[in-house]
Protein backbone atom coordinates (compact mmCIF):
# COMPACT_ATOMS: atom_id res chain seq x y z
CA UNK A 1 0.00 0.00 0.00
CA UNK A 2 1.07 3.56 -1.01
CA UNK A 3 0.44 5.71 1.67
CA UNK A 4 0.42 9.89 1.08
CA UNK A 5 0.12 10.59 5.08
CA UNK A 6 0.82 8.62 8.39
CA UNK A 7 -0.53 9.37 11.87
CA UNK A 8 -1.12 7.37 14.98
CA UNK A 9 -5.26 8.23 16.06
CA UNK A 10 -7.46 9.01 12.62
CA UNK A 11 -10.82 10.55 13.50
CA UNK A 12 -13.51 10.51 11.18
CA UNK A 13 -15.85 13.48 12.23
CA UNK A 14 -15.41 17.26 13.66
CA UNK A 15 -18.03 17.19 16.68
CA UNK A 16 -17.98 16.60 20.24
CA UNK A 17 -17.12 12.98 20.07
CA UNK A 18 -14.55 13.38 17.52
CA UNK A 19 -12.60 16.43 19.47
CA UNK A 20 -13.24 14.85 22.59
CA UNK A 21 -11.35 11.56 21.00
CA UNK A 22 -8.39 13.52 19.66
CA UNK A 23 -7.68 15.80 22.43
CA UNK A 24 -7.99 12.55 24.98
CA UNK A 25 -5.72 10.37 22.59
CA UNK A 26 -3.19 13.45 22.65
CA UNK A 27 -3.35 14.11 26.54
CA UNK A 28 -2.96 10.24 27.08
CA UNK A 29 0.24 10.24 24.73
CA UNK A 30 -0.36 10.17 21.23
CA UNK A 31 0.60 13.00 19.86
CA UNK A 32 -0.09 12.67 15.91
CA UNK A 33 -3.68 12.63 15.65
CA UNK A 34 -5.62 13.93 12.54
CA UNK A 35 -9.40 14.77 12.35
CA UNK A 36 -11.15 14.63 9.10
CA UNK A 37 -13.89 16.58 8.20
CA UNK A 38 -16.04 15.79 4.93
CA UNK A 39 -18.10 19.19 5.23
CA UNK A 40 -16.41 22.61 4.47
CA UNK A 41 -16.83 23.69 7.90
CA UNK A 42 -16.69 21.88 11.35
CA UNK A 43 -19.02 21.19 14.26
CA UNK A 44 -21.39 18.78 12.52
CA UNK A 45 -24.88 18.44 14.04
CA UNK A 46 -23.02 19.06 17.42
CA UNK A 47 -22.84 22.48 16.66
CA UNK A 48 -26.06 22.74 15.59
CA UNK A 49 -27.73 21.22 18.60
CA UNK A 50 -28.40 22.47 22.04
CA UNK A 51 -25.04 21.28 23.21
CA UNK A 52 -26.29 20.06 26.29
CA UNK A 53 -24.84 17.04 28.09
CA UNK A 54 -26.73 14.60 30.64
CA UNK A 55 -24.04 13.39 32.78
CA UNK A 56 -25.24 12.45 36.71
CA UNK A 57 -22.97 13.16 39.28
CA UNK A 58 -20.41 15.25 37.65
CA UNK A 59 -18.00 17.45 39.41
CA UNK A 60 -20.32 20.29 38.20
CA UNK A 61 -23.63 19.18 39.70
CA UNK A 62 -21.77 18.01 42.60
CA UNK A 63 -19.91 22.01 43.19
CA UNK A 64 -23.29 23.41 42.78
CA UNK A 65 -24.76 21.59 45.76
CA UNK A 66 -27.12 18.57 44.35
CA UNK A 67 -27.33 15.50 45.72
CA UNK A 68 -27.44 12.43 43.65
CA UNK A 69 -25.96 8.91 43.72
CA UNK A 70 -24.73 6.36 41.18
CA UNK A 71 -27.59 3.92 42.36
CA UNK A 72 -30.37 6.29 41.39
CA UNK A 73 -28.70 7.11 38.31
CA UNK A 74 -28.64 3.53 37.45
CA UNK A 75 -32.33 2.82 38.79
CA UNK A 76 -33.71 6.03 36.80
CA UNK A 77 -31.98 4.08 33.40
CA UNK A 78 -33.32 0.65 34.41
CA UNK A 79 -36.68 1.92 34.37
CA UNK A 80 -36.14 4.05 31.35
CA UNK A 81 -34.41 1.74 28.97
CA UNK A 82 -35.89 -1.35 27.20
CA UNK A 83 -33.36 -4.14 28.47
CA UNK A 84 -33.64 -5.64 24.59
CA UNK A 85 -32.68 -2.20 23.19
CA UNK A 86 -29.25 -1.40 24.75
CA UNK A 87 -26.98 -4.29 26.77
CA UNK A 88 -26.94 -2.94 30.50
CA UNK A 89 -22.95 -3.03 30.87
CA UNK A 90 -22.76 -0.48 27.76
CA UNK A 91 -24.86 2.06 29.89
CA UNK A 92 -23.84 1.17 33.33
CA UNK A 93 -20.31 1.88 31.91
CA UNK A 94 -21.32 5.16 30.59
CA UNK A 95 -22.70 6.08 34.30
CA UNK A 96 -19.70 5.12 35.42
CA UNK A 97 -17.17 6.96 33.50
CA UNK A 98 -19.42 10.20 31.84
CA UNK A 99 -18.20 12.25 35.06
CA UNK A 100 -14.93 11.18 34.61
CA UNK A 101 -14.19 11.99 31.13
CA UNK A 102 -16.00 15.66 32.03
CA UNK A 103 -13.88 16.17 34.74
CA UNK A 104 -10.15 14.76 32.98
CA UNK A 105 -11.10 17.33 30.08
CA UNK A 106 -11.96 20.07 32.05
CA UNK A 107 -8.82 19.78 34.06
CA UNK A 108 -6.71 19.50 31.05
CA UNK A 109 -8.22 22.62 28.87
CA UNK A 110 -9.00 25.78 30.35
CA UNK A 111 -11.74 25.77 27.55
CA UNK A 112 -13.79 23.36 28.36
CA UNK A 113 -16.40 25.08 30.80
CA UNK A 114 -19.99 23.54 31.36
CA UNK A 115 -22.44 25.06 33.45
CA UNK A 116 -25.11 22.38 35.68
CA UNK A 117 -28.86 23.20 34.88
CA UNK A 118 -30.15 23.24 37.92
CA UNK A 119 -34.18 23.30 36.93
CA UNK A 120 -34.15 21.59 33.66
CA UNK A 121 -35.28 18.12 35.25
CA UNK A 122 -34.90 14.86 33.75
CA UNK A 123 -37.08 13.51 31.17
CA UNK A 124 -39.27 11.23 33.01
CA UNK A 125 -39.82 12.36 36.03
CA UNK A 126 -42.77 9.37 36.87
CA UNK A 127 -39.40 6.84 36.69
CA UNK A 128 -37.81 5.54 40.30
CA UNK A 129 -34.31 7.61 40.97
CA UNK A 130 -35.40 10.64 38.17
CA UNK A 131 -33.89 13.98 39.10
CA UNK A 132 -35.31 17.55 38.80
CA UNK A 133 -32.09 19.60 37.80
CA UNK A 134 -28.41 19.28 37.55
CA UNK A 135 -28.33 15.96 35.42
CA UNK A 136 -27.42 18.23 32.25
CA UNK A 137 -24.94 20.73 31.54
CA UNK A 138 -24.65 23.03 28.48
CA UNK A 139 -21.02 25.00 27.32
CA UNK A 140 -20.88 28.37 28.80
CA UNK A 141 -20.76 30.98 26.02
CA UNK A 142 -17.69 32.16 24.26
CA UNK A 143 -17.28 34.97 21.67
CA UNK A 144 -16.72 33.70 18.52
CA UNK A 145 -14.01 36.13 17.62
CA UNK A 146 -11.67 33.90 20.54
CA UNK A 147 -11.26 31.38 17.26
CA UNK A 148 -9.75 33.60 14.95
CA UNK A 149 -9.94 33.26 11.50
CA UNK A 150 -11.57 30.06 12.35
CA UNK A 151 -14.32 31.10 13.27
CA UNK A 152 -15.33 31.16 9.66
CA UNK A 153 -15.47 27.78 9.87
CA UNK A 154 -17.59 26.85 12.45
CA UNK A 155 -20.92 25.52 11.69
CA UNK A 156 -23.50 27.93 13.65
CA UNK A 157 -26.24 26.48 15.95
CA UNK A 158 -29.15 26.23 14.58
CA UNK A 159 -31.00 29.30 13.81
CA UNK A 160 -34.00 28.86 16.07
CA UNK A 161 -31.26 29.74 19.11
CA UNK A 162 -31.05 32.94 17.58
CA UNK A 163 -33.68 35.41 18.82
CA UNK A 164 -34.65 37.05 15.64
CA UNK A 165 -31.82 35.55 13.88
CA UNK A 166 -29.51 37.37 15.83
CA UNK A 167 -28.90 37.00 19.18
CA UNK A 168 -27.60 33.76 20.71
CA UNK A 169 -29.24 32.24 23.79
CA UNK A 170 -28.41 29.74 26.08
CA UNK A 171 -31.21 27.18 26.86
CA UNK A 172 -31.75 28.75 30.04
CA UNK A 173 -32.24 32.06 28.36
CA UNK A 174 -34.31 30.24 25.88
CA UNK A 175 -36.72 29.05 28.55
CA UNK A 176 -37.20 32.06 30.54
CA UNK A 177 -38.27 34.24 27.27
CA UNK A 178 -40.20 31.36 25.54
CA UNK A 179 -42.47 30.62 28.91
CA UNK A 180 -42.55 33.84 29.90
CA UNK A 181 -41.12 33.50 33.10
CA UNK A 182 -39.99 35.73 35.89
CA UNK A 183 -37.54 38.28 34.30
CA UNK A 184 -37.89 37.83 30.69
CA UNK A 185 -38.61 41.22 29.82
CA UNK A 186 -35.70 42.30 31.77
CA UNK A 187 -33.52 39.39 30.09
CA UNK A 188 -34.50 40.83 27.02
CA UNK A 189 -33.39 43.86 27.26
CA UNK A 190 -30.08 42.98 28.56
CA UNK A 191 -29.56 40.50 25.76
CA UNK A 192 -30.38 43.21 22.99
CA UNK A 193 -28.33 45.74 25.15
CA UNK A 194 -25.32 43.80 24.73
CA UNK A 195 -25.88 42.72 21.04
CA UNK A 196 -26.65 46.80 20.08
CA UNK A 197 -23.24 48.17 21.92
CA UNK A 198 -20.75 45.92 20.32
CA UNK A 199 -20.57 48.14 17.80
CA UNK A 200 -17.10 46.82 16.40
CA UNK A 201 -18.91 43.45 15.80
CA UNK A 202 -22.20 44.60 15.18
CA UNK A 203 -20.44 46.58 11.65
CA UNK A 204 -19.14 43.49 9.99
CA UNK A 205 -21.43 40.84 11.34
CA UNK A 206 -25.49 40.18 11.45
CA UNK A 207 -25.29 37.98 14.18
CA UNK A 208 -24.24 38.54 18.05
CA UNK A 209 -20.04 37.89 18.87
CA UNK A 210 -21.77 35.43 21.92
CA UNK A 211 -22.03 32.04 20.53
CA UNK A 212 -24.25 29.81 22.76
CA UNK A 213 -25.28 26.27 23.12
CA UNK A 214 -23.72 23.54 20.43
CA UNK A 215 -21.94 25.94 18.25
CA UNK A 216 -19.88 27.62 21.86
CA UNK A 217 -19.23 23.49 23.23
CA UNK A 218 -17.37 22.76 19.71
CA UNK A 219 -16.00 26.32 19.48
CA UNK A 220 -14.29 25.43 23.29
CA UNK A 221 -13.22 21.85 22.18
CA UNK A 222 -11.62 23.31 18.96
CA UNK A 223 -9.67 25.92 20.88
CA UNK A 224 -8.28 22.85 23.09
CA UNK A 225 -7.17 20.95 19.69
CA UNK A 226 -5.86 24.38 18.51
CA UNK A 227 -3.52 24.78 21.79
CA UNK A 228 -1.90 21.65 20.65
CA UNK A 229 -1.79 22.24 17.05
CA UNK A 230 -3.84 19.14 16.38
CA UNK A 231 -4.80 19.65 12.80
CA UNK A 232 -8.31 19.32 11.55
CA UNK A 233 -8.80 19.11 7.77
CA UNK A 234 -11.56 20.29 6.15
CA UNK A 235 -13.39 19.15 2.78
CA UNK A 236 -11.83 15.60 3.28
CA UNK A 237 -14.32 13.17 3.41
CA UNK A 238 -14.02 9.57 4.24
CA UNK A 239 -14.66 7.05 1.35
CA UNK A 240 -13.39 3.72 2.93
CA UNK A 241 -11.76 1.56 5.33
CA UNK A 242 -8.39 0.04 4.49
CA UNK A 243 -7.95 -3.32 6.16
CA UNK A 244 -4.87 -5.94 6.59
CA UNK A 245 -5.67 -9.29 7.82
CA UNK A 246 -8.78 -8.03 9.14
CA UNK A 247 -7.57 -4.96 11.05
CA UNK A 248 -8.29 -1.80 10.10
CA UNK A 249 -4.76 0.32 9.38
CA UNK A 250 -6.00 3.52 7.51
CA UNK A 251 -8.63 4.86 5.26
CA UNK A 252 -9.15 6.13 1.45
CA UNK A 253 -10.30 9.50 1.99
CA UNK A 254 -10.14 12.96 -0.73
CA UNK A 255 -8.35 15.46 -0.09
CA UNK A 256 -8.57 18.83 -3.05
CA UNK A 257 -11.00 16.59 -4.72
CA UNK A 258 -8.21 13.87 -5.51
CA UNK A 259 -7.83 10.21 -3.39
CA UNK A 260 -5.58 9.76 -0.52
CA UNK A 261 -4.77 7.02 1.28
CA UNK A 262 -4.24 8.11 5.14
CA UNK A 263 -2.79 5.49 7.64
CA UNK A 264 -3.43 5.08 11.05
CA UNK A 265 -1.00 2.85 13.22
CA UNK A 266 -3.09 3.08 16.64
CA UNK A 267 -6.38 3.15 15.11
CA UNK A 268 -9.17 5.00 13.45
CA UNK A 269 -12.21 6.85 15.50
CA UNK A 270 -15.79 6.80 13.41
CA UNK A 271 -17.57 9.59 14.73
CA UNK A 272 -19.01 10.53 11.75
CA UNK A 273 -23.00 11.13 12.35
CA UNK A 274 -25.84 9.80 11.67
CA UNK A 275 -27.78 9.03 8.24
CA UNK A 276 -30.54 11.32 8.89
CA UNK A 277 -30.26 12.80 4.88
CA UNK A 278 -29.51 9.57 3.24
CA UNK A 279 -33.11 8.73 2.06
CA UNK A 280 -32.41 5.71 0.57
CA UNK A 281 -31.32 4.59 3.90
CA UNK A 282 -34.38 6.22 5.31
CA UNK A 283 -36.26 3.81 3.41
CA UNK A 284 -34.59 1.06 4.06
CA UNK A 285 -34.30 1.51 7.80
CA UNK A 286 -36.56 3.38 9.53
CA UNK A 287 -40.07 3.61 10.45
CA UNK A 288 -42.92 5.41 7.79
CA UNK A 289 -43.62 8.01 6.75
CA UNK A 290 -39.78 8.95 6.69
CA UNK A 291 -38.18 12.23 4.88
CA UNK A 292 -35.18 13.29 5.01
CA UNK A 293 -36.43 17.13 4.64
CA UNK A 294 -38.11 16.46 7.76
CA UNK A 295 -34.81 16.66 9.63
CA UNK A 296 -33.24 18.70 11.66
CA UNK A 297 -29.73 16.98 10.83
CA UNK A 298 -26.40 18.29 8.98
CA UNK A 299 -27.24 17.89 5.33
CA UNK A 300 -23.48 15.83 5.16
CA UNK A 301 -24.85 13.16 7.60
CA UNK A 302 -25.66 10.20 5.08
CA UNK A 303 -24.19 7.71 6.69
CA UNK A 304 -20.46 7.05 5.01
CA UNK A 305 -19.62 6.04 8.46
CA UNK A 306 -22.13 2.94 8.94
CA UNK A 307 -21.45 2.27 5.25
CA UNK A 308 -18.00 1.95 5.86
CA UNK A 309 -18.29 0.25 9.44
CA UNK A 310 -20.50 -2.45 7.97
CA UNK A 311 -18.56 -3.36 4.83
CA UNK A 312 -15.65 -4.43 7.15
CA UNK A 313 -17.66 -6.48 8.71
CA UNK A 314 -19.31 -4.20 11.68
CA UNK A 315 -22.96 -5.38 13.43
CA UNK A 316 -25.42 -2.60 13.96
CA UNK A 317 -28.30 -1.76 16.54
CA UNK A 318 -31.04 0.63 16.49
CA UNK A 319 -31.21 0.83 12.85
CA UNK A 320 -34.69 1.68 12.81
CA UNK A 321 -35.04 4.62 15.33
CA UNK A 322 -33.66 7.72 15.29
CA UNK A 323 -33.66 10.84 18.24
CA UNK A 324 -37.48 11.82 17.16
CA UNK A 325 -38.72 15.46 17.69
CA UNK A 326 -41.68 16.91 15.28
CA UNK A 327 -40.15 19.50 13.21
CA UNK A 328 -41.55 23.00 11.36
CA UNK A 329 -40.46 22.96 8.12
CA UNK A 330 -40.92 26.64 7.03
CA UNK A 331 -40.82 27.10 3.07
CA UNK A 332 -38.95 30.38 3.64
CA UNK A 333 -36.18 28.63 6.38
CA UNK A 334 -33.13 26.84 5.47
CA UNK A 335 -33.95 23.76 7.65
CA UNK A 336 -36.84 22.51 9.66
CA UNK A 337 -36.66 23.76 13.40
CA UNK A 338 -37.62 21.54 16.04
CA UNK A 339 -40.88 21.59 17.56
CA UNK A 340 -40.41 21.24 21.05
CA UNK A 341 -41.26 24.50 23.12
CA UNK A 342 -44.40 25.48 20.94
CA UNK A 343 -46.53 22.43 21.08
CA UNK A 344 -46.05 22.31 25.05
CA UNK A 345 -47.53 25.75 25.69
CA UNK A 346 -51.01 26.32 27.03
CA UNK A 347 -53.80 26.94 24.32
CA UNK A 348 -52.61 24.32 21.70
CA UNK A 349 -53.08 20.69 20.83
CA UNK A 350 -51.70 18.57 17.80
CA UNK A 351 -54.33 16.75 15.97
CA UNK A 352 -54.14 14.29 12.98
CA UNK A 353 -56.53 14.41 9.96
CA UNK A 354 -59.48 13.09 11.90
CA UNK A 355 -58.66 15.55 14.45
CA UNK A 356 -57.91 13.63 17.22
CA UNK A 357 -55.15 14.57 19.51
CA UNK A 358 -51.82 11.80 18.94
CA UNK A 359 -50.75 11.89 22.67
CA UNK A 360 -49.61 14.55 25.58
CA UNK A 361 -47.84 17.36 23.95
CA UNK A 362 -45.89 18.70 26.49
CA UNK A 363 -44.32 15.40 27.16
CA UNK A 364 -40.01 15.22 26.34
CA UNK A 365 -40.25 15.12 22.57
CA UNK A 366 -38.59 11.61 21.88
CA UNK A 367 -41.73 10.08 23.93
CA UNK A 368 -44.24 12.11 21.57
CA UNK A 369 -42.99 10.73 18.51
CA UNK A 370 -42.65 7.22 20.13
CA UNK A 371 -46.39 7.65 21.18
CA UNK A 372 -46.87 8.86 17.36
CA UNK A 373 -45.05 5.93 15.65
CA UNK A 374 -47.06 3.61 17.53
CA UNK A 375 -50.20 4.59 16.86
CA UNK A 376 -49.61 4.95 13.48
CA UNK A 377 -50.90 2.80 10.76
CA UNK A 378 -52.73 2.39 6.86
CA UNK A 379 -55.93 2.18 9.39
CA UNK A 380 -54.75 5.19 11.47
CA UNK A 381 -52.52 7.23 10.26
CA UNK A 382 -50.96 10.37 12.17
CA UNK A 383 -49.19 11.99 9.75
CA UNK A 384 -49.47 14.54 8.60
CA UNK A 385 -50.46 16.34 11.55
CA UNK A 386 -51.12 20.20 13.09
CA UNK A 387 -50.78 22.16 16.11
CA UNK A 388 -53.91 24.05 16.61
CA UNK A 389 -54.14 27.40 18.35
CA UNK A 390 -56.30 30.77 18.73
CA UNK A 391 -55.58 34.26 18.54
CA UNK A 392 -54.66 34.94 22.00
CA UNK A 393 -51.58 32.28 21.97
CA UNK A 394 -50.70 33.39 18.23
CA UNK A 395 -50.79 37.12 20.21
CA UNK A 396 -48.28 35.84 23.28
CA UNK A 397 -45.81 32.85 22.01
CA UNK A 398 -43.22 31.99 19.42
CA UNK A 399 -44.75 29.81 17.03
CA UNK A 400 -41.70 28.63 15.23
CA UNK A 401 -41.51 30.94 12.01
CA UNK A 402 -43.98 32.75 12.58
CA UNK A 403 -42.88 34.03 16.06
CA UNK A 404 -45.60 36.35 17.47
CA UNK A 405 -48.36 38.21 16.22
CA UNK A 406 -46.58 41.25 17.34
CA UNK A 407 -43.34 40.33 15.76
CA UNK A 408 -44.55 39.07 12.16
CA UNK A 409 -48.04 40.23 11.94
CA UNK A 410 -50.44 37.45 10.00
CA UNK A 411 -49.93 40.39 6.60
CA UNK A 412 -46.49 39.60 6.85
CA UNK A 413 -46.73 35.71 6.54
CA UNK A 414 -45.65 34.84 3.14
CA UNK A 415 -48.03 33.54 0.55
CA UNK A 416 -45.86 30.32 0.81
CA UNK A 417 -46.98 29.53 3.59
CA UNK A 418 -50.93 29.03 2.63
CA UNK A 419 -49.45 26.82 -0.17
CA UNK A 420 -49.17 23.45 -0.02
CA UNK A 421 -51.20 22.57 3.65
CA UNK A 422 -48.17 24.36 5.50
CA UNK A 423 -50.94 26.33 7.31
CA UNK A 424 -54.29 28.28 7.66
CA UNK A 425 -55.96 30.93 9.14
CA UNK A 426 -59.38 30.75 10.14
CA UNK A 427 -62.42 33.04 11.76
CA UNK A 428 -63.94 29.17 13.25
CA UNK A 429 -62.89 25.76 13.40
CA UNK A 430 -65.11 24.50 10.98
CA UNK A 431 -63.65 26.92 8.15
CA UNK A 432 -60.00 25.81 9.47
CA UNK A 433 -60.27 22.28 9.21
CA UNK A 434 -62.31 22.43 5.75
CA UNK A 435 -58.70 24.46 4.53
CA UNK A 436 -56.68 21.62 5.78
CA UNK A 437 -59.22 18.63 5.01
CA UNK A 438 -59.24 17.97 8.57
CA UNK A 439 -62.12 15.98 10.02
CA UNK A 440 -64.75 19.10 11.15
CA UNK A 441 -66.42 17.03 14.07
CA UNK A 442 -63.28 15.41 15.03
CA UNK A 443 -61.40 18.61 15.44
CA UNK A 444 -64.24 20.57 16.78
CA UNK A 445 -64.71 17.55 19.49
CA UNK A 446 -61.21 17.51 20.59
CA UNK A 447 -60.93 21.17 21.13
CA UNK A 448 -64.34 21.40 23.27
CA UNK A 449 -62.68 18.81 24.98
CA UNK A 450 -59.58 20.77 25.63
CA UNK A 451 -61.90 24.07 26.77
CA UNK A 452 -63.44 21.97 29.62
CA UNK A 453 -60.30 20.11 30.61
CA UNK A 454 -58.12 23.64 30.63
CA UNK A 455 -60.73 25.18 32.80
CA UNK A 456 -60.59 21.99 35.18
CA UNK A 457 -56.78 21.34 34.99
CA UNK A 458 -56.66 18.47 34.49
CA UNK A 459 -55.94 16.38 30.76
CA UNK A 460 -58.59 13.42 30.74
CA UNK A 461 -57.29 11.95 27.71
CA UNK A 462 -53.09 12.37 28.15
CA UNK A 463 -52.47 13.66 31.84
CA UNK A 464 -50.62 16.84 29.88
CA UNK A 465 -49.28 19.23 32.39
CA UNK A 466 -49.10 16.23 35.32
CA UNK A 467 -44.69 16.16 35.44
CA UNK A 468 -42.27 18.07 36.06
CA UNK A 469 -40.99 18.25 32.32
CA UNK A 470 -44.28 19.08 31.39
CA UNK A 471 -44.25 22.58 33.16
CA UNK A 472 -40.83 23.62 32.36
CA UNK A 473 -42.27 24.44 29.13
CA UNK A 474 -45.53 25.45 30.11
CA UNK A 475 -46.55 28.96 31.53
CA UNK A 476 -46.37 29.49 35.18
CA UNK A 477 -49.20 32.38 35.05
CA UNK A 478 -51.39 30.13 33.58
CA UNK A 479 -53.78 28.43 36.13
CA UNK A 480 -54.43 25.64 37.25
CA UNK A 481 -52.26 24.00 34.85
CA UNK A 482 -49.52 26.04 33.03
CA UNK A 483 -49.58 23.43 29.98
CA UNK A 484 -53.01 24.51 29.22
CA UNK A 485 -55.70 26.89 27.87
CA UNK A 486 -58.71 27.55 26.45
CA UNK A 487 -58.77 27.41 22.64
CA UNK A 488 -61.83 30.12 22.04
CA UNK A 489 -60.33 32.97 20.45
CA UNK A 490 -60.77 33.55 17.00
CA UNK A 491 -59.07 33.90 14.23
CA UNK A 492 -58.03 30.38 15.07
CA UNK A 493 -54.43 28.67 13.12
CA UNK A 494 -53.25 25.39 13.04
CA UNK A 495 -49.27 24.75 11.52
CA UNK A 496 -48.08 21.37 10.11
CA UNK A 497 -45.96 19.66 12.43
CA UNK A 498 -44.07 17.03 10.44
CA UNK A 499 -42.30 13.61 12.53
CA UNK A 500 -38.96 14.64 12.01
CA UNK A 501 -35.98 13.94 14.18
CA UNK A 502 -32.20 15.43 14.85
CA UNK A 503 -30.19 12.72 14.01
CA UNK A 504 -30.09 9.08 13.23
CA UNK A 505 -29.53 7.38 16.56
CA UNK A 506 -29.28 3.13 15.06
CA UNK A 507 -25.47 2.28 14.40
CA UNK A 508 -22.33 0.32 14.60
CA UNK A 509 -22.04 -1.54 17.67
CA UNK A 510 -19.43 -1.33 20.00
CA UNK A 511 -18.39 -2.39 23.62
CA UNK A 512 -17.45 -1.20 26.93
CA UNK A 513 -13.72 0.36 24.54
CA UNK A 514 -15.74 1.79 22.23
CA UNK A 515 -14.19 -0.68 19.89
CA UNK A 516 -16.34 -1.89 16.79
CA UNK A 517 -17.77 -5.33 17.13
CA UNK A 518 -18.65 -8.12 14.53
CA UNK A 519 -21.72 -10.20 14.86
CA UNK A 520 -20.26 -12.65 16.70
CA UNK A 521 -18.86 -10.11 19.77
CA UNK A 522 -15.16 -9.85 18.45
CA UNK A 523 -13.63 -6.53 18.11
CA UNK A 524 -12.51 -5.45 15.03
CA UNK A 525 -9.11 -4.68 15.48
CA UNK A 526 -7.78 -0.65 14.97
CA UNK A 527 -11.88 -0.07 14.58
CA UNK A 528 -13.55 2.79 16.73
CA UNK A 529 -16.79 4.49 16.44
CA UNK A 530 -18.81 7.37 18.61
CA UNK A 531 -21.49 9.41 18.31
CA UNK A 532 -24.51 8.55 16.22
CA UNK A 533 -22.74 6.96 13.72
CA UNK A 534 -22.98 4.15 16.94
CA UNK A 535 -25.41 2.60 18.16
CA UNK A 536 -27.23 4.71 21.11
CA UNK A 537 -26.88 3.96 24.75
CA UNK A 538 -29.27 6.01 25.96
CA UNK A 539 -31.86 5.42 23.17
CA UNK A 540 -34.81 6.68 24.79
CA UNK A 541 -33.12 10.12 25.60
CA UNK A 542 -33.41 10.14 29.61
CA UNK A 543 -32.61 13.81 29.67
CA UNK A 544 -31.57 16.53 27.96
CA UNK A 545 -27.88 15.88 26.21
CA UNK A 546 -28.59 12.25 25.84
CA UNK A 547 -27.10 12.22 22.44
CA UNK A 548 -23.82 14.15 22.93
CA UNK A 549 -23.08 12.71 26.82
CA UNK A 550 -22.50 9.57 25.44
CA UNK A 551 -20.89 10.44 22.31
CA UNK A 552 -18.14 12.06 24.69
CA UNK A 553 -17.36 9.70 26.86
CA UNK A 554 -17.12 6.93 24.39
CA UNK A 555 -15.08 9.03 22.58
CA UNK A 556 -12.64 9.40 25.53
CA UNK A 557 -12.78 5.25 26.52
CA UNK A 558 -11.56 4.75 22.91
CA UNK A 559 -8.69 6.82 23.26
CA UNK A 560 -7.96 5.31 26.93
CA UNK A 561 -8.38 2.22 24.95
CA UNK A 562 -5.81 3.35 21.86
CA UNK A 563 -3.38 4.48 24.63
CA UNK A 564 -3.10 1.57 26.54
CA UNK A 565 -4.81 3.01 29.90
CA UNK A 566 -8.04 1.48 29.87
CA UNK A 567 -7.38 0.52 33.42
CA UNK A 568 -7.94 2.23 35.94
CA UNK A 569 -4.85 1.98 37.92
CA UNK A 570 -2.73 2.53 35.08
CA UNK A 571 -4.71 5.55 34.14
CA UNK A 572 -4.51 7.04 37.66
CA UNK A 573 -1.03 6.32 37.47
CA UNK A 574 -0.99 8.50 33.89
CA UNK A 575 -2.83 11.14 35.67
CA UNK A 576 -0.57 11.74 38.72
CA UNK A 577 2.18 11.86 35.94
CA UNK A 578 0.62 14.08 34.38
CA UNK A 579 -0.54 16.44 37.47
CA UNK A 580 3.20 16.19 38.86
Given at each position: ?78 D ?49 G ?62 F ?15 S ?49 K ?31 T ?43 P ?31 M ?16 V ?13 Y ?77 D ?36 I ?68
Open positions: MQWDHEVDVLVIGSGNGAMTAALSAYELGLKDVLLLEKADKFGGTSSVSGGGIWIPNSHYSKAAGAQDSLDEARAYLKTTPADEVPWQMVDNYLQNAPKMLKFLSERSEHIDYISLGHYPDYYMQSPARDGHRSLEPQPIKKSDLGDDMHNLVDTHHMIYMLDRIGMTQEEAQILMTRAKGWIGLTMKLANYLTDFGWLFKNKRRRITCGSAGVARLFLALKDRNIPLWLESPMKELITEDGKVVGVLAEKNGPYRIKANKGVILAAGGFEKNQQMRDQYLPKPNASWSGGVDTNTGDAHIAGMAVGADTRLMNSAWWCTTISAPDEAPRLAIIEKSMPGSCVVNMRGERIANESQNYAYQRELFDKHSADSEQPAYMVFDNRFRKEVVGPLLTKGLRPDSQLPKSYFENGFMAIADNIDDLADKLGIDKAGLNSTVKNMNEDSVAGKDREFGRGDTAYDQYYGATVTPNPCMAPINEGPFYAIRIDPGDFGTHGGLQTNNAQVIREDGSAIDGLYACGNCSAAILPTYPGPGSTLGPAMTYGWLAAKHLAGVENEAVFRELQETASA
